[in-house]
């Protein structure tokens, strides 16, 4: 709920229908850094996992 100066308490679900009345819509935003992936960089480190597989490394799981 989100209150005001007035007192009045709004539930996120009732603004959202009112603000899709209105024409209004939102999708929650993706966090990525594709957009910024070196693809010499991102070789270079598959090449070195490879290199790590090689001598045993494995992945741990937490």
Known sequence: MTGSRAGARV???????????DGFRWKRTRDTLRHNADPVLQQAARAELEELRLYGWARMRA
């Open 11 to 21: 539930s996120a679900a009732w603004l959202t229908e009112l603000l899709h009345r």
